[in-house]
């Protein structure tokens, strides 16, 4: 075999090789396919444990929804973050991911937010510690009228592993924190001011509610909010410093659970290291933190305030979500 033969030989073979390579990464690299819910699936989802007052949203679905489309590689990802020793969901955001738009909106959902049911307590976070994350999706679709797509879940072991994978992450502490919670081995001490925090420490800071002496933020749950949108904005900033998207999508397959896969993961990723910090948008649904629903301290959702953000914010179609798509209870 002559040198020449060998050498056209072997570029022959390592273009093939090429071409597999990337032909295996496309496979491997993939946009999510949008969540196509059935009708019955979702009314089958609202009678997981509980008994609705409420028709589902599917019952509820108007002539015209039929007539919208999806915007393309837009996506609404539930994300919850799970107290592993209350059993429920105690932080949960609805990211639309809008890759054609460069824009990510991250709204945060209320803990307490009235739902319209008739269930032992009507409060948005008792939906995950009764029937799971796939109750807690159905009854976001309820409320908001708007298509959950995908969701991810994190409990506080994988938060600390997070965090302490991307090195950490710099932040304005609000407040002089001062809490101690035996029985769940939690114990938080901070002064105000602007701090490096690794895993553990972050996720003391943004559980953070009140003190010993029952000082805390003047807003309540809204105030605890605002810190983890501080947090999350200095957290993506540093995670898009840090790693590669291929990188970024393996920390988070092995630190969550979610129902998107590798390769979905890892096409987010990329987008997202495209779309940067300054396409984040954060938002809290607009409410009162201060309304009672049986014995129960609630926060009541303004439906005309939460409609428009719904559309500005959540909607991944082309045509508005109308009033009529949402279940917004006011008592």
């Given at each position: 075999m002559s040198k020449l033969f060998k050498a056209v030989l072997f570029c022959a073979c390592a273009a093939a090789l090429a071409l597999s390579v990337r032909a295996a990464a496309r496979l491997f690299i993939r946009a999510p396919a949008p969540r196509q819910a059935s009708e019955s699936a979702l009314c089958e989802e609202h009678s997981l444990s509980v008994v609705s007052a409420a028709p589902c949203a599917a019952e509820r679905t108007l002539p015209a929804a039929a007539m919208r489309t999806r915007?393309?590689?837009?996506?609404?990802?539930?994300?919850?973050?799970?107290?592993?020793?209350?059993g429920g969901s105690d932080t949960m955001l609805l990211v639309r991911f809008d890759a054609p738009n460069h824009r990510v909106d991250l709204v945060s959902l209320p803990r307490d937010t009235l739902l319209h049911h008739d269930w032992y307590s009507n409060r948005l976070n008792y939906a995950y510690a009764s029937g799971g994350i796939e109750l807690l999706r159905s009854e976001v679709e309820n409320l908001l009228g708007v298509p959950v797509d995908f969701y991810v879940t994190v409990d506080l072991a994988g938060f600390v592993k997070l965090i302490d994978r991307i090195g950490g992450v710099d932040i304005d502490v609000p407040a002089d924190m001062d809490y101690d919670d035996p029985a769940q081995e939690l114990h938080i001490h901070f002064s105000r001011g602007m701090q490096h925090l690794n895993g553990e420490q972050a996720m003391e800071v943004v559980r953070w509610r009140r003190n010993n002496d029952g000082s805390g933020?003047?807003?309540?749950?809204?105030?605890?909010?605002?810190?983890?949108?501080?947090?999350?904005?200095?957290?993506?900033?540093?995670?898009?410093?840090?790693?590669?998207?291929?990188?970024?999508?393996?920390?988070?397959?092995?630190?969550?659970?979610?129902?998107?896969?590798?390769?979905?993961?890892?096409?987010?990723?990329?987008?997202?290291?495209?779309?940067?910090?300054?396409?984040?948008?954060?938002?809290?649904?607009?409410?009162?933190?201060?309304?009672?629903?049986?014995?129960?301290?609630?926060?009541?959702?303004?439906?005309?305030?939460?409609?428009?953000?719904?559309?500005?914010?959540?909607?991944?179609?082309?045509?508005?979500?109308?009033?009529?798509?949402t279940d917004i209870f006011v008592p």
């Open positions: 915007t393309p590689y837009c996506y609404n990802i539930l994300v919850a973050g799970l107290d592993n020793a209350g933020y003047a807003d309540a749950d809204i105030g605890r909010i605002r810190t983890q949108q501080a947090f999350l904005a200095a957290a993506a900033a540093k995670a898009a410093d840090v790693a590669s998207a291929p990188a970024l999508a393996q920390l988070l397959f092995s630190s969550v659970k979610t129902d998107l896969t590798a390769g979905n993961l890892a096409w987010l990723a990329s987008e997202a290291l495209e779309i940067g910090t300054d396409g984040l948008r954060f938002h809290t649904l607009p409410g009162d933190g201060g309304g009672s629903y049986r014995r129960e301290s609630v926060y009541v959702l303004d439906p005309e305030a939460t409609l428009a953000l719904v559309n500005e914010a959540l909607n991944p179609y082309d045509m508005p979500v109308p009033a009529e798509e």
